[in-house]
């Protein structure tokens, strides 16, 4: 059983990355970041481009965030910041005058945002903030036209804030949002809204910011494609803005790739264990279909029409499932449970405790939950609580393990679900053997009777069970029963 035992418990740290919970904190912010701008061009059809540039400008120039910089407020609130993904909006362009505007917009977004899965059903995973950022003028910087600078708190503006050559491509910088982001619980990812009604937005992969056209045509499915690619890591799926044939080499980000069906099933690479499948909700059916980030030959996407390539369409199910790992990998090393008896790996003596865990379940399903001694599943404690000595374990040393796993269809990859959609919990727990159990056998039964009235007849202390000590009468007869008939009491 030790031997076991140590197997099994350091098999189950093993897949603990740490034990303690920790303040999460914005990622650095890279000298050049690589950037996603898309926007509609006015027909419901995704263009744009990749780019790489200094976002951040105001990191060089002393600026700080100043004092009494902004309001606070966290509009959606499902559990502690630092085992949740935070989601902070910021807004630019809105004067004191228009903060209504710019509550009623983020309003609409997450609204919308809690309609469109993944974010649906991963509700319960995601916080949202919202941080009032008031600008001395309205509106951002070239709009309408290049040229047209207003004096804003965030420095929003198109042309990448007269850094790119495309018109669309609609910045922040980068320092001073997540400045203002970082007065919020938690903030690993920004959504920047400009006060416009001009199309434009850019996904930062490096300071994870997402930047929308807060009026514009489709913002809402907007700010869900840029998330697809800063909150997702997903590539566009759409093809122009780039050259006709991609000639260069495999690109690392899952949902594209330089093989066709065949090429990726033979070198099962990419998307090659999703081929022929298909999800009610979501683009499909998966296959390699030609045209994707920019050029239309030489390079292949999972699904006819997916979200990355068109607004108002869903995910497919390579971009469905990197959602489901963004949304259960932000740092926190039990995604799946939010509380249950500490500490991990504690040690328990006795016969009768009560062990819980307390799971993160997603909004439109429960987890599956099972409890084991060591590697032994226990039959039909599948609750979220387990009274040890239910269990009726004989005396001795044990490990005890709770597990949880989401059981969602919409995960192919048995192996992603175990490293992403698994958790589990254990103690070491020393059973004694329970009062009435007078023959120490690991049964309560009728031999502990008449080892009982033996003793009783005999006058011996073991059987003066009740006060008043030295007394033998029914008082401790009735205190044996007890113990008798109900073990667990
Ligand atoms: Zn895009």
């Given amino acids: 059983m030790p031997s076991f035992a140590l197997v099994l418990v350091s098999s189950v740290v093993a897949v603990l990355p740490a034990l303690q919970a920790r303040a999460q904190s914005a990622p650095p912010i890279p000298d050049q970041e690589r950037i996603r701008t898309c926007y509609d061009r006015g027909d419901g059809v995704l263009t744009g481009r990749a780019l790489g540039m200094d976002t951040a400008p105001s990191r060089r120039t002393g600026w700080t965030l100043p004092r009494g910089a902004a309001n606070v407020v966290t509009l959606e ?64 910087d070239h709009d309408p036209t290049l040229g047209v600078l207003r004096d804003t708190a965030l420095d929003m503006g198109f042309w990448c804030m007269g850094a790119s050559d495309i018109e669309r491509s609609l910045c922040v ?42 009026d514009a045509f489709n913002p809402h499915s907007t700010l869900h494609h840029e998330l697809g690619h800063s909150l997702f890591t997903l590539e566009d799926e759409y093809s122009t803005g780039g050259p006709a044939t991609y000639t260069g080499p495999e690109f690392g980000r899952r949902n594209i790739s330089i093989h066709d069906e065949l090429e990726q099933l033979k070198l099962e690479t990419k998307w090659w264990y999703l081929m022929g499948q298909s999800l009610a909700g979501f683009d499909g059916p998966t296959g390699a279909y030609e045209g994707a980030r920019y050029s239309r030959f030489g390079i292949f996407r999972p699904s006819p029409d997916s979200l990355m390539r068109s607004l108002n369409r869903p995910h497919n199910l390579v971009g469905l499932e990197q959602g489901i790992r963004a949304l259960h990998t932000f740092g926190d ?40 001694l060591g590697l032994d599943v226990i039959p039909g404690q599948t609750g979220t609580t387990l009274r040890l000595c239910e269990l009726q374990l004989q005396p001795g040393e044990y490990t005890l393990v709770v597990k949880l796993r989401d059981d969602t269809p919409w995960i192919f990859d048995e192996d992603f679900r175990q490293q992403n959609l698994f958790a589990n919990w254990a103690w070491r727990i020393t059973i004694e053997t329970p009062p009435a159990d007078r023959t120490a056998d690991g049964r309560i039964d009728f031999g502990d009777v008449l080892d009982f009235l033996a003793d009783f007849a005999d006058q011996s202390p073991r059987a003066d069970m009740a006060e008043p000590k030295g007394q033998f009468d029914a008082a401790d007869v009735l205190a044996f029963l007890e113990r008798f008939t109900a073990p667990c009491g």
């Fill in 77 to 140: 609130n499902n559990g502690p910041s630092d085992q949740r993904l935070d989601i902070v909006f910021v807004g630019d362009g809105y004067t004191e005058a228009e903060l209504p505007l710019f509550r009623a917009q983020v309003d609409a977004q997450v609204q919308a945002l809690f309609q469109t899965e993944p974010f649906k059903t991963y509700r319960s995973h995601i916080n949202i903030h919202r941080v009032d950022v008031i600008s001395n003028e309205s509106g951002v």
């Fill in 173 to 214: 910088d980068s320092f001073k949002a997540r400045s203002y982001s970082a007065l919020a619980p938690g903030d690993e990812h920004v959504v920047a809204l400009a006060n416009s009604s001009k199309n434009g937005g850019a996904a930062f992969f490096g300071s994870l910011i997402s930047c929308v056209s807060a």
């Fill in 333 to 372: 090393p039990f995604p799946l449970i939010d509380d249950a008896t500490q500490p991990f790996l504690g040690e328990f003596v006795g016969h009768d405790h009560e062990f819980f865990v307390t799971p993160l379940h997603p909004s439109t399903h429960e987890l599956t939950i099972w409890w084991q």
